[in-house]
């Protein structure tokens, strides 16, 4: 059984990236690093605390309410501007007849509340202010007399062909306001006019993100609630809260009712209402009475817990460390085998060549050994047929020999690498029969003033290889080119991977180094490529830039430190 456990540790280490010693080293790090993230931070918080606290949380919770006033203020700007439209499109329908019968805006009256439950009814006015038809739950307003009504002298009086009112009773006497539209048709001013319940209004105000947090209410100029909660008011009732005109949105302090609290505000654009939202619970100052006393008990109480967890910590993080090494060791085994997988067909004729050759050399000196066809061979000749023979097997060895050195498994291991050389070792080792064979033209532009670069040549070269086929399969089985420059920007070396092939779309761009995302047909990709070479290059201390033209071809650029951090 101990043998057992033994053999599985063994296995595990063995599919891990890098040795024994760099976990203990890294979890002797980690100590260190989390005694000074835990602890430094937490006395000097304390000190922070207790001076800038209050001023913390009272500037976030104006920024929140300023946040929430702000896009319900919007929702409702939207909200009254879709309505004015409704009886904009309405009156100015071709197809509206001047004037109409109640029974045709009865029809009309159908369609609005299609758009908003919120609309009551609907009337038509003369010239005179005379409600001439009427459809809606209260048919004895029609005939009835508006002139003297302030939002009909407000709508006939102003330059704007439209009115939003306050919530009035009317009369109806019941809680609703009026949206007015006027036209002039001949020689005669009409008004349509609608009627909305607030009520439905505000619900729908209520179920936005963010309402159940606070208290929302509306008031008009003269501080009377226009929509308002059962909790701290009713309509048409005078509101403790009326917000400045200036600036239109903004946070304020307000003593109410021996409560302090914080408000925020926002005037509307299309109607003279504030939407005001308050926090749904007092904020208690007694709350911070003793406050860093309390504060100092806390810390002590976490800098003795802190130090009793932190090797356990410690440990938690070395082991995730060795799991994520883990997968992405794997996951870059698998980009290795994929990349290897592409490149099959290729390899299988380079090794297929000097294959035939030593078939050929071979049945040749078997001929000639064969007494029936009474022929001989000299020394000389017969060192020239085995030299073949032997040249055909080392040119198999070195292609397979390139292929296992690529694809095995290994410790990471940084050493100084000339950038050149790393590359020339993908495409003159690897590539260069497949490129042979799809007419693609490789074009290298190094730099030959490049200094040493300390780098796994190994883990590099995968992610050359991974552009590089990615470049080939954009070019979709067409001639093309793919140029290979390298120099230095910024003291970090430079890679640039550039292919005339179909590009890369726009909303394909963000997702390229996702993991198992491919825009390939299904078996033509694993989508590990790219997302195993982010990776890689990020561990490495650089970074993968990518810059691409639809129907032109794209450009991956690495970024390499001469030294990893």
Not at 127 to 156: H, M
Not at 365 to 386: A, C, Q, T, V, W
Request: net charge negative; aromatic share 8%.
């Amino acid at each position: 059984m101990v043998a057992k456990s033994g053999k599985n540790t063994d296995s595990l280490a063995e599919s891990l990236p890098f040795n024994r010693d760099h976990y203990k080293d890294l979890k002797r790090k980690q100590i260190i690093r989390l005694l000074l993230f835990y602890l430094g931070p937490l006395i000097v918080l304390i000190i922070f605390f207790s001076i800038q606290y209050n001023a913390l949380v009272s500037e976030s919770r104006r920024l929140h309410l300023t946040a929430i006033a702000e896009n319900q203020s919007n929702t409702l700007n939207l909200f009254l501007s879709e309505r004015i439209v409704n009886l904009d499109n309405l009156i100015d329908d071709p197809r509206f007849q001047h004037p109409p019968t109640s029974s045709n805006l009865q029809i009309y009256l159908e369609r609005l509340k299609m758009n908003s439950q919120s609309f009551i009814d609907i009337g038509y006015f003369d010239s005179s202010g005379i409600q001439t038809a009427y459809a809606g739950p209260y048919p004895s307003l029609e005939k009835v007399d508006y002139s003297s009504e302030d939002w009909f002298q407000r709508l006939r009086e102003g330059e704007k062909r439209f009115i939003i009112t306050d919530i009035y009773l009317g009369f109806r006497q019941i809680p609703h306001f009026t949206i007015a539209v006027s036209r002039n048709i001949g020689s005669e001013e009409i008004v349509l006019r609608a009627s909305l319940d607030p009520g439905n209004i505000y619900e729908y105000m209520r179920s936005l993100e963010g309402a159940n947090e606070v208290f929302i209410s509306i008031v008009n100029e003269d501080g009377y609630y226009q929509l308002v909660t059962p909790h701290i008011g009713t309509p048409l009732e005078t509101s403790s809260i009326v917000p400045p005109q200036n600036p239109r949105l903004g946070a304020e302090n307000v003593k109410i009712e021996g409560s302090r609290i914080t408000y925020a505000y926002s005037w509307l654009r299309l109607a003279d209402w504030a939407l005001i939202v308050q926090p749904s619970d007092d904020e208690k100052q007694e709350f911070f009475s003793g406050f860093n006393l309390r504060i100092y008990i806390i810390a002590a109480s976490m800098i003795i817990l802190i130090i009793l967890v932190i090797a356990f910590r410690a440990n938690k993080l070395v082991e995730m460390q060795m799991e994520t090494d883990r997968t992405r060791a794997q996951l870059e085994h698998a980009s290795k085998l994929a990349s290897v997988g592409e490149l099959a067909a290729g390899i299988a004729h380079e090794i297929n060549n000097p294959l035939a050759i030593i078939n050929e050399e071979a049945g040749l000196i078997k001929d000639y050994m064969d007494p029936e066809f009474g022929e001989s061979m000299d020394p000389e000749r017969l060192k020239e047929h085995l030299n073949s023979i032997q040249s055909s097997v080392f040119r198999c060895r070195d292609i397979t020999h390139k292929l296992l050195r690529f694809v095995r498994k290994s410790d990471v291991e940084l050493k100084t690498h000339n950038i050149n050389e790393i590359i020339d070792g993908v495409v003159d080792g690897l590539l260069v029969r497949e490129m042979r064979v799809s007419n693609i033209e490789i074009e290298k532009k190094y730099s030959s003033d490049i200094p040493p670069v300390m780098t796994d040549s190994n883990q590099l070269q995968q992610v050359i290889l991974n552009i590089i086929n990615n470049g080939v399969d954009a070019l979709e089985g067409q001639a093309g080119q793919i140029s290979i420059s390298t120099g230095m920007n910024n003291n970090k070396v430079r890679i640039s991977i550039n292919d005339t092939g179909k590009g890369i779309k726009p909303e394909d761009m963000e997702k390229l180094f996702i993991p198992f995302y491919t825009t390939k047909e299904v078996g033509k990709g694993t989508g590990l490529g790219l997302s195993v070479s982010y990776g890689i290059i990020k561990s490495l201390g650089g970074e993968i830039k990518v810059d691409s033209t639809v129907g032109k071809g794209s450009e991956f650029t690495i970024i390499l430190p001469l030294k990893p951090g």
